[in-house]
């Protein structure tokens, strides 16, 4: 695995990931977000990568366009008011390799590139419970706050309280949740904060 920023933002490059593969891929063709990748071996072989790249396309959309490399992607932009916080976008992991920890790694690395460049935080908004979990694991923490449109934010560097932590897991419950987002509340109420993980250097 490598991981690669690709840009800053506000002009950052263009990546054209698979939409029947990628959550959220229309928004990495955007040229105004920053762009970081975990790139990997995702190409299928022979006659049957030629069959799955033939199907459920429209016509006129040339598969070969797709990035054919890509296991994992993050979309970042500045602060419009706050030039000192990067907030991370759309977070994407390709279907066959997501639960294997790219996407926290992926945010930590960005994470500490941003930190390097001199911006004093990052933020990200979610609105799943797996997202707010991988953001805790690349070091984030819950601010308290919503977006908008009821996304929790939270913040790197952040802090790991676990009374934070469970309040964010709380957040969650007055909503319209999977069989499997339920249960994972469940194992985690009444437990520590995920140990954060080590980004690549």
């Known amino acids: 695995m490598k991981f690669e920023l690709l ?26 977000t920053g762009k970081a990748v975990i790139r990997g071996d995702t190409e299928i072989e022979g006659a049957a990568k030629a069959e799955a790249d033939a199907e ?8 070969s366009a797709f990035e054919d490399d890509v296991l994992a992607a993050v979309a970042f932009n500045e602060d ?7 907030w991370l976008r759309y977070v994407t992991v390709h279907a066959d390799h997501r639960g294997r920890g790219l996407g926290p790694r992926l945010l930590g690395f960005v994470a500490r590139r941003a930190e390097i460049r001199g911006y004093e ?6 609105n799943n419970p797996f997202a707010y979990e991988a953001a805790y694991r690349a070091g984030f923490a819950y601010t308290g706050r919503r977006t908008g449109i009821a996304e929790l934010v939270l913040e790197r560097p952040g802090s790991a309280d676990p009374g934070t932590y469970e309040n964010g897991l709380r957040q969650f419950l007055d909503r319209e949740l999977s ?7 469940d194992r985690k109420f009444d437990s520590e904060p995920p140990e954060t993980i080590d980004p690549p250097p």
């Open 179 to 185: 069989v499997a987002e339920r249960e994972f509340l």
């Open 80 to 86: 419009r008011t706050d030039p000192g916080t990067l």
């Open 7 to 32: 840009g800053w933002p506000p002009s950052g490059p263009t990546l054209r990931l698979d939409f029947r593969t990628f959550s959220y891929a229309g928004k990495f063709v955007m040229t105004t």
């Open 56 to 63: 459920d396309l429209p016509d006129g959309v040339d598969p």
């Open 121 to 126: 935080r990052c933020r990200i908004a979610v």
